[in-house]
């Protein structure tokens, strides 16, 4: 999980500096926003799972994921009332998590044949 993250913050602010450079910086505060918003969330749920598998506290993980997706609604809901808010490029910042499931798909893929190696 933590190699995801990394790569998460990595798509983050390479994505948000070159938006600031060759776009405007609206666009930059979205797609940073929509980045954020996966890497706290797979954040969490790693902490929140974490929790569960180690002390085996089910109800207190629970909680957290369901009071993550509230809270996770209400800021969306207020990032949607921005003026500088742009929906194309915070769904494009979103999405960045897509370069991060293929980094770590890479990496076990590496991994899986260096194993495999007689």
Avoid: H, N
Avoid at 10 to 28: I, K, N
Avoid at 81 to 87: H, P, R, S, V
Avoid at 90 to 98: E, K, P, R
Wanted: hydrophobic share 65%.
């Amino acid at each position: 999980m933590k190699y995801v993250l990394a790569i998460q913050a990595l798509t983050t602010l390479l994505g948000g500096v070159l938006l600031w450079l060759f776009a405007a910086p609206q666009q930059s505060y979205s797609f940073i926003s929509g980045a954020l918003v996966i890497l706290v969330s797979f954040f969490l749920m790693g902490w929140a799972w974490g929790l569960i598998f180690s002390k085996k506290l089910v109800a207190l993980a629970i909680g957290i994921i369901v009071f993550k997706y509230a809270i996770l609604g209400i800021i969306i809901f207020k990032l949607v009332d921005q003026i500088w808010f742009d929906t194309l490029w915070f769904a494009l910042g979103v999405a960045s998590f897509i370069l991060s499931a293929l980094g770590y798909a890479v990496k076990e893929a590496l991994r899986e044949g260096k194993e495999d190696v007689i």
